[in-house]
């Protein structure tokens, strides 16, 4: 069982920056794909970012080499570090985990298994 908690999110305008938090309750697994999500209204669910427990990244390519996805594995938290924000990254953000796979599942996104509340991000023209 693991809860995760987001938050970080807020209102922005274009080219500025935020940093999402997630942070999650204490669990015992080695192997593990972390992630973080976005649905803006009507749309649906799209995969944003991952990392796995060592330390492997992707991303979707709407966001990659503007934003970064890290772990403290020490304090349990998920960041993603968000630059020169667009109003079409404005959506509720989501982070998200999969437990007991290797890190060729991250992408697998249907498999994810524990999820947050979700925070807002709005980015303005």
Not at 19 to 37: D, G, I, P, Q, V
Not at 107 to 113: A, G, I, P, S, T
Request: charged fraction near 15%; glycine fraction near 10%.
């Amino acid at each position: 069982q693991v809860q995760l908690v987001e938050s970080g999110g807020g209102s922005v305008q274009a080219g500025g920056s935020l940093r999402l938090s997630c942070a999650a309750s204490e669990y015992t697994y080695s192997y593990y794909c972390l992630a973080w999500f976005r649905q803006a209204p009507g749309q649906e669910r799209e995969g944003v970012a991952t990392i796995h427990s060592y330390g492997r990244t992707t991303y979707a390519d709407s966001v990659k080499g503007r934003f970064t996805i890290s772990q403290d594995t020490a304090n349990r938290a998920l960041y993603l570090q968000m630059n020169s924000l667009k109003p079409e990254d404005t959506a509720m953000y989501y982070c998200a985990a999969l437990t007991g796979v290797s890190e060729s599942y991250c992408n697998r996104f249907e498999l994810y298994n524990y999820w947050g509340q979700g925070t807002q991000v709005s980015v303005s023209s």
